[in-house]
Each structure stands twice: as structure tokens, then as C-alpha cells.
């Protein structure tokens, strides 16, 4: 990295977090928002510098005050929430980049095809499709400003604390077997280093972001029992537990893509530190 990163991000969840604790290790600064003051109080005391969405004078300041702005925050039925309340904000600080965490979700369901950049966007979820039109939106603010802006899709993201690990020591696992269906993921620390390759580069168009193999949800699970030395969870079929799955469980069910990463790896450089999620599991461990 050349010089010090300045971001704003909207949103600081799980990936937001681990960004900012690695940008900072180099030297860089991260602002961003949460919903409630009690998020913001606990992420302060962590060393995270967090804003409340709401409080339009502290994000319009910060804003002004960054090179790089980052969207993590979910669209929801009314549309883009960032957009609606700091568009225009936006247009008028004219950050250097704009970076938007999207999902694989837009491609639909492809019955375990490959897909890339290029393959068509057709998302079946509402969830996605919102997804889809965030990530138009964002291109058309970016482009009004004559600015770079790089839409990330993204699988299921994993790492401490947040994988099959913790939910096989929480009693939490499961392994549902729905044959053919297959899904990629990446672990967060793969995304961070994809993220700031594409901020320092400021990067633009559509990245999918993901390890190199695809697999079955209950053959990952399988594989955590296995490394923690614990029996693994019992084989449920899909048809028999569907009915205990909660709403977005049963969506994720109700697709199955491979995702290549050919571009990313191409045009950011990026050099997976967990190609699949042997790798990733054992490195949460």
C-alpha cells in the first residue's frame, strides 16, 4: 500500500470489522456507521471508530474527510438506504472510489453451473433482486460523478467466530443434504485482502469473490467435526428438514452455482490464503 487508506464505511458489521482492524495495521483510518447507540458504544470500546447512521452531521463531516467510501448496509423494500439519505451527500464529497458488497445471489439459481462476471443476472430471492437494483444504483451515483466503483459479490462469508467450528461447539450444526446443490464461500480474511487490493488500485466493475472450490454445505460441516475430533451431525435430507428452516435457510437451499474468482485473482492480484475451506476451517481454528 502506497500510502494510508482513509475509508468510510456504511455498515460495520463482521466484514466491515476485520477490514478496519487490517487497515489500520497498515497504517490506514476507518469511520463507520451502525443503527443503535448501544453498537456504537461496544464497537468504541473495541478501538472502532463508529457513527450512528442517524446522526447526519457526524457521517456528513466524515464524509467530506475520506478518500474511499464503502456500502455494506442491506438494501431494503424502500430501496438503497444510503443512497436515500446520503446520495446526494455522496455526489457532492466525491470520495476518490466507491465499493459496494453485493452477493452471488443476483446470478439465481444456475443448477450448479459455473458462472462468472459476464454470466447473466437473474436473481429469484427478493432479497437478491433488491441486491441487484442497489448495485445499479450505485453504478449510476458512481458514474454521474465520473468516479470508480467496484461491486463485489460475494458468497457465504466465514472465519473466527462466525463458521461451522462455532456452530458445532454451540450445538448449532446441521448437515442437510440436498443432492446437487453446491455453493461457493470465502473466508473474511481472503475478502479483506480483495477489498483493499481493489481500493488501492481503485478498482472498477464487478468482482465475484470467492475461494476456488464450491461445495456442499453438510461436506464442510463433515469436515469441522473432523478437525475438532467430535462426531459430525446426521445426515438430514432436505425434503425431510425444509420445514424447520427459517425463511432466508430456505432460499439459500433453493439454489446451487459455482462461482469462479479467474477475475479477481486477475485484476487485483489477489493470492487466496484459504483456496478452499480446509484451509479456511483449520485457519478458524
Not at 446437487?180 to 469473490?209: C, K, P, Y
Amino acid at each position: 500500500m502506497t500510502q494510508p487508506l482513509q475509508l468510510f464505511c456504511f455498515g460495520f458489521g463482521y466484514t466491515a470489522q476485520a477490514l478496519a482492524r487490517r487497515l489500520t495495521m497498515l497504517g490506514g483510518q476507518v469511520r463507520g456507521t451502525v443503527r443503535t447507540e448501544t453498537k456504537m458504544q461496544a464497537l468504541r470500546t473495541q478501538g472502532f471508530d463508529s457513527l450512528l447512521f442517524e446522526d447526519r452531521n457526524a457521517v456528513l463531516s466524515a464524509l467530506l474527510n475520506c478518500d474511499l467510501v464503502l456500502m455494506s448496509a442491506p438494501p431494503t423494500t424502500d430501496g438503497d438506504p444510503v443512497l436515500a439519505a446520503f446520495g446526494e451527500t455522496i455526489r457532492q464529497a466525491c470520495p476518490k472510489w466507491l465499493g459496494y458488497l453485493s452477493t452471488t445471489g443476483v446470478y439465481g439459481d444456475c443448477a450448479g453451473r459455473w458462472v462468472d462476471e459476464t454470466s447473466l443476472v437473474a436473481p429469484a430471492s427478493p432479497r437478491a433482486q433488491l441486491r441487484a437494483m442497489a448495485e445499479c444504483a450505485w453504478q449510476d451515483l458512481a458514474a454521474a460523478i465520473a468516479r470508480p466503483c467496484a461491486i463485489f459479490r460475494l458468497p457465504g462469508i466465514y472465519g473466527p467466530a462466525r463458521s461451522p467450528i462455532d456452530a458445532l461447539r454451540e450445538g448449532r450444526a446441521r448437515r442437510i443434504d440436498k443432492p446437487g446443490q453446491v455453493f461457493s464461500r470465502i473466508h473474511v480474511d481472503d475478502l479483506v485482502e480483495t477489498l483493499i487490493a481493489a481500493m488501492t488500485r481503485r478498482a472498477e466493475g464487478i468482482f465475484n469473490v470467492c475461494d476456488d472450490e464450491p461445495a456442499p454445505q453438510h461436506e464442510v460441516v463433515a469436515h469441522a467435526a473432523r478437525l475438532l475430533g467430535v462426531p459430525a451431525p446426521p445426515l438430514e435430507p432436505f425434503v425431510h428438514a425444509e420445514a424447520t428452516l427459517s425463511p432466508m435457510a430456505r432460499s439459500f437451499y433453493g439454489e446451487s452455482k459455482r462461482v469462479r474468482n479467474a477475475k479477481m485473482k486477475r485484476e487485483l492480484g489477489v493470492q487466496l490464503r484459504y483456496p478452499s475451506f480446509r484451509e479456511g476451517l483449520a485457519g478458524a481454528l
